[in-house]
C-alpha cells in the first residue's frame, strides 16, 4: 500500500534546521578558497602567469639567428612531430616562417602548411623567405588576439613555437585551437623551460614550466599526449582534444 503523502512531507521546523546548518557550513568554510574560486585573473596575467608582450615583426631577424640550430635543434623538433606526408599543418605565430618552411618540406607538395600570425608584417617576411626558397605549399592566414581563423575540424597538426605564452587571449585561441583540430588531430606545443638553467638566456616571462602549462591546457578542454623533454632547451607538449 502506499503511504500517505502527508507523511512524505518534511515538517516546515526541520526544513528551517536543515538551511541553518548548510549556512552555517558555508559561513564555516574556509575564507581563501571562496576567495580564490572568486578571484579573477589581474589584467595582463592568466591563472597567475604574467602574459608577455608579443614579438614585433622588427625583431623577425632573431628568429633566422644562425645559432637557432644549436640552442634549439629544430630538425629534432619536427622529426619528434607526428607528421605525415598530405597532411594540412597550422604554424601558430609563424613569425618569420622559420618552422613552417621545415612543416612544408615533411608534408610534402601534396600537403598544405598554414602560416598563421597576427602581424601583417610577419607573414609579408614569411611569405617572402618562402619564396625566395622556392616552396609553393606554404599559405599566409592572418589570425587575431582571439582567433586564429582556421577551418573548424579540418587540421591535423598545429605547431606552437615560443609563442603560446604571449597569446593576450588565451581562452579564446584554446578554445578556437581545438574547435580547428580534425578529429585525429594534435597540437604541439613547444616553450622555452622554466625549470632548470638550459633556458637561462631567455626572459623569465618567455619561459613555461611543465606545471603552468597543464594548469592552463587541461582545463581547456586537451588532454596530454606525450611529454618530450629531449630538446636542448624547450619543452615538447603534444595535446589532442579531450575524450
Known sequence: MARPLARAVTPVTT???????????????????IVSAQTPDEPGTYKGRKIADVMSFRGAGWLERATRIEEENPDALIAALPIEKGMLVVDIGCGS??????????????GTVLCND???????????????E???????????????????????????VDVYHEFSQPEPMLHAMREALAPDGVIALVEFRLEGRSAAHIKLDHRMSIEQVMKE???AGYELVER????????????????
Do not use: C, K
Not at 622556392?134 to 582567433?147: F, K, P, Q
Not at 618530450?228 to 575524450?243: G, M
Open 118 to 132: 597576427i602581424q601583417p608584417q610577419m607573414l609579408r617576411i614569411a611569405s617572402e623567405l618562402a619564396e625566395r
Open 134 to 160: 622556392g616552396i609553393a605549399n606554404i599559405s599566409m592566414v592572418l589570425g587575431t588576439e582571439d582567433d586564429p581563423n582556421l577551418p573548424e575540424g579540418e587540421v591535423d597538426l598545429m605547431l606552437i
Open 217 to 219: 591546457w587541461l582545463p
Open 15 to 33: 526544513i528551517a534546521r536543515l538551511v541553518a546548518t548548510v549556512v552555517g557550513l558555508a559561513v564555516t568554510a574556509p575564507v581563501h578558497a
Open 97 to 110: 616562417g622559420y618552422h613552417a618552411r621545415r612543416l612544408a618540406a615533411a608534408v610534402g607538395p601534396e
Open 228 to 243: 618530450i623533454d629531449s630538446l636542448p632547451t624547450q619543452h615538447l607538449f603534444l595535446f589532442r582534444a579531450a575524450r
